[in-house]
Structures are given as C-alpha cells and as structure tokens.
C-alpha cells in the first residue's frame, strides 16, 4: 500500500534554504509531487518529478529524488516569508485508473524575519 | 478561466441535517476529485470521477456520504444526516488527463454542531 510521510514542522530564517523531506513506499510511483498550501486556501501545485530523475529545479525549488531510498526532498533556496505555508509531498499510484494522488501530512514551514 | 469553484466556502450546519456541497471544475478537466481534510487524519481522497463516471469511492467514509456528477461542468458531495466528526475542509479538484497534477479549488469549510 501506499503510505507517503512528512516531518510536522520547520522553521527557517528569511534568506536561508529551507529543506522538506519526504518518505513514500510505493516503489512503482511514476510522478512524486509538491503543493503548497496558504492558509484559507487550497493546494498550489508547486513542481513535479518523474520517477527516472534524480532532479529538477525550478527558479528557487530544487527537487531531489533518490529513489533507492524511496526519499523525496524539497529545497527553498533564499527562503521569503511569503513562502510561510504548509508544503505537501504526493505520490501518483500507478495501480489506479487516472491520476490518483497519496497525500503525506503536510510540513508547516514558518519563515521568521 | 476561473479556476475550480466550490461553494459555499463556509457551511455551519446542525447534527442531523442534509448538507450539500457543490463544485464546478475547469472546462474540459475530465477527472474531479473529492477531498476531505483534517487535523487528524490529513488529506484523505473521498471519490474521485472520470468523465462523469465514478471510478473509485472507497474513501467515502459510510453511507451517510454520497458524491454525484449529473453533467461534465458540476459535482456535489451530499453527507445525510450530518454529524460533529463530519467537521472539515472538503476540497474538490479537477485534471484533464495528461496533466501533471490537480488545480484544487479553494474549499468549503464545513462545521457540523
């Protein structure tokens, strides 16, 4: 089964890198994700990876994968506090008919000035 | 376009009434998903649809919940007869296949006393 796991919480200081790991267990995951989540709001796909990278970065987000270790992380380079929020990691089960999605807790991220 | 649209964004409701939660996806999205989010249990995915069709309801937690899309463009996810531990963030999300991840909408609140 699919089980998909996050630490509860970070804080980091504006202009740091801030780090978000993330743990899943299905092995034959095709596509792993992250969303960010503003208060009162929804999720905001952020980026993406296919399961034969090992990385991708995108402006400020780099995303690593090291699938051995079925380890996903979350960089934030020069962190703002704008970027206060709740980050989820997301795994694709390639078993499921559509692009059906596994959701880790969350990781509240806090930016202090 | 406007994004996926729920309503209401807040719902307080007493024990044992009929609530209606309602969703309007994007154009030509072809997957609507059901969400339903706590403190305690997270993100747990409800039922999701493919071209109208429910593909997989096992999340819905009991029969008290049920989920319908009469037409490609409106959902609604109906809990009868509503109780406290009902209390959550229920979002709704739609993709077209070949899409990379969901566009979430904003989420109704719903509050169950």
């Known amino acids: 089964g699919e089980d998909v796991e996050q630490s509860l919480f970070l804080s980091v200081r504006e202009g740091d890198s801030s780090v978000i790991n993330c743990t899943y267990t299905?092995?034959?995951?095709?596509?792993l994700y992250w969303y960010k989540q503003e208060p009162g709001a929804g999720l905001q796909l952020l980026t993406y990876?296919?399961?034969?990278?090992d990385m991708k970065q995108d402006q400020r987000l780099t995303v690593l994968l090291n699938k051995k270790d079925k380890h996903l992380s979350l960089r934030i380079a020069d962190t703002q506090t704008g970027d206060s929020a709740i980050y989820f990691c997301?795994?694709?089960?390639?078993?499921?008919?559509?692009?059906?999605?596994?959701f880790g807790g969350g990781t509240r991220v806090l930016v202090k000035p | 376009d406007a994004g996926v649209i729920q309503s209401p964004r807040h719902e307080v409701t007493e024990m044992g009434q009929e609530v209606t939660l309602r969703c309007k996806p994007i154009?030509?999205?072809?997957?609507l998903f059901w969400y339903r989010q706590t403190m305690m249990r997270g993100l747990e995915l409800l039922i999701y649809f493919n071209n109208n069709v429910p593909i997989d309801d096992s999340g819905m937690p009991e029969d008290r919940f049920s989920a319908k899309m009469p037409n490609a463009s409106f959902s609604t996810l109906k809990i009868q007869p509503s109780e406290p531990r009902d209390s959550a963030v229920y979002f709704c999300?739609?993709?077209?296949?070949?899409?990379?991840?969901?566009?979430f909408g904003s989420g109704t609140r719903l509050t169950v006393v």
């Open positions: 990876i296919f399961s034969n990278m």
């Open positions: 999300a739609s993709q077209t296949a070949g899409d990379y991840g969901y566009t």
């Open positions: 299905d092995s034959s995951s095709t596509y």
């Open positions: 154009s030509g999205h072809d997957y």
């Open positions: 997301a795994e694709r089960d390639p078993k499921a008919a559509g692009n059906k999605l596994t």
